[in-house]
C-alpha cells in the first residue's frame, strides 16, 4: 500500500533533535515535511518520563550554545521559539578525589581563575584558550584545508594540551569535561574537545523549564506550525530506492510513503546495514563497519523526600580513584516543578566499564551500578538511602531498547580523531537524495552538535536544489 505520489517533499527518519531541527527548517521553507518516530517520545536522547509524579531527563542534563549569538540560540529565533531557559553558574563542577574546582560560566572568569590558582601557567592559559577559539571557528568554516585543522585535526587533546602546559593538575582541570564525550584526553580528538568546551566556556550551560522534553516539543510544535507532521510509534522498515536514488520508506505496517527526499536520523549502521540492506557502495560499507561506536553509559534517577540535605552534591564529574566517573546534578535546584511539592531528585550518569556484547545479565548489572552508586551518595549524604521514594536505573541496553543507537552508543561514533571534524560521515551519503543528520554525522555528539547538523542539512538541501 503506498501513499499519494507527491503527497510529501522530505522523509525524516528519527526524531532526535537533529531529525527535527532539520524538518523544522525544511517545513519553515515551504516543504511538505513528514517525521517518523518509533518511539512514543519525540527528541530522541532528549526525552523525559514520570515515575510517581517525579520528571526524569533520560540522557539531557542541559543545552549548550543557547544564547542568542550561540549556534542553538540563534537556531530557537530563526524557528520563532521560545522557550524558558535558566543558565547555569557555575556551568560545572569537577571534582577529583584531591581536589575540586568549579567552572565559571563566562570564559574570562574561568581564565582568571586559573591564572590564580596556576601562577606558573598564567601566560599560557589565555593563549590556549585563544589557540582553541581559532580552531573553533576554523571548524564552523568547514575547510579542510584549514592551517588550523591541518595542524590539530590528527591531534589527541592531550596532546593539545601538551603544547601548552607542564602542570598535571592545570591539564586535568582542562579536560576535565571529556565525559560529555566519552573519551578521556588521551584519546579523544582536540577537534571534538574544542567544539564541547567552546560552546559551553562562551556562553555557558542551560536547562530547559519543565526538563529536556519541553526543549524537543518546542521544535515539534514549530514543524507543526510550519506544516510539518510527526507519526509517532511508526517504525521505518527499509529506504526504498529507485534507480539508485532514494524515493520513500517503507513502514513496518506495510505502507510506502514516498518522497524525492529522504533524511536519516537514526543510527548509521541501522541506516546503511539494515534500513538500505546494504544497497551501498562496498567502499563505503567497509569504512562504516570499521568505525567504532563511542561508549554506552548507564542511567540512574533517585527521587527524594523534601527532608534531604543535598546541599553537599556538587553538579557535575565526579572521578573515582578507580578510573570511573559520575555526572551528578540535582535537577530540582534549578526547578523545582520536576518533583511532586517539596521532593526533590538526583540524577546520575555513570561509565560504562564493562563490554557491550559480554554482557549476559543486564538487570544484575544495573543493580550492582545502582548499589555502587547509592554507596557513593551516602558518603556525600549520610543518610541519602532513607530519603529515597523512587529509583530508577538505565542500562546501555535500555539506550539500545529505545533509540536504536548500536550497542546503546551515547555520542554516536567514538569521538576520536580518525572520526571526527571532516573525517566523521558526511551529511550527503552516495545514495542521491540520502543525507545523514544527528550525532552519527558532521560536526558530532550533543544538543548543540546535532541542533547544528539538522540546520546544516536543511540548508545543504536547499541549496542542491537551487542549483
Sequence with gaps: MSNGAGQYDAIIIGSGIGGLVCGAFLARAGKRVIVFER?????????????????????????????????????????????????????????????????????????????????????????????LTRLYWAILQENEQSPMLERYGHMKFSQMLDEFFRDP????????????????????????????????????????????????????AALKRYGGQLKLRTEVQRILLEDGRATGVLLKSGQEVRAPLVVSNADARLTFLHL?????????????????????LYMIWFGLTAEADLSPIKRGFHFMKTGEWYYISVPTRDDPGLAPAGKQIVSVTASFESEYDRVEDWRALKQAKKQQMVDYLQTLV??????????????????????????????????????SGPRRLSHRTPIPNLYLTGHWTQPGPGVCAVVSSGWRVANLILKDEAR
Design 39 to 131: 518511539h512514543y517520545l519525540a527528541g530522541g536522547y532528549c526525552t523525559s518520563f514520570k515515575r510517581r509524579g517525579f520528571v526524569f531527563d533520560a540522557a539531557v542534563h542541559h543545552i549548550g550554545g543557547c544564547g542568542r549569538l550561540s549556534i542553538t540560540g540563534r537556531a530557537l529565533r530563526e524557528l520563532g521559539i521560545e522557550l524558558e531557559l535558566k543558565r547555569l553558574d557555575p556551568m560545572d563542577s569537577l571534582i577529583f578525589p584531591d581536589f575540586s574546582i568549579d567552572i565559571p560560566a563566562d570564559l574570562d572568569e574561568f581564565i582568571a581563575l586559573l591564572q590564580q590558582r596556576y601562577p606558573h601557567e598564567a601566560e599560557n592559559i589565555p593563549a590556549f584558550f585563544k589557540q
Design 382 to 419: 549520610p543518610d541519602f538511602v532513607r530519603h529515597i521514594v523512587v529509583t530508577e536505573v538505565g542500562s546501555p541496553y535500555t539506550c539500545w531498547r529505545y533509540t536504536l543507537n548500536s550497542k546503546g552508543a551515547a555520542y554516536g561514533w567514538a569521538v576520536t580523531p580518525d572520526q
Design 169 to 220: 593538575q592545570l591539564k586535568l582541570i582542562l579536560g576535565g569535561q571529556w565525559g560529555y564525550l566519552g573519551l578521556p584526553p588521551e584519546e579523544i580528538s582536540a577537534v571534538g574537545m574544542c567544539q564541547m568546551m567552546v560552546n559551553y566556556l562562551k556562553d555557558g550551560a542551560y536547562f530547559p523549564k519543565g526538563g529536556s522534553q519541553r526543549f524537543a516539543d518546542a521544535i515539534v
Design 276 to 296: 538500505l540492506a546494504e544497497q551501498v557502495d562496498g567502499g563505503y560499507l567497509d569504512d562504516l563497519k570499521n568505525m567504532r561506536e563511542s561508549t554506552p
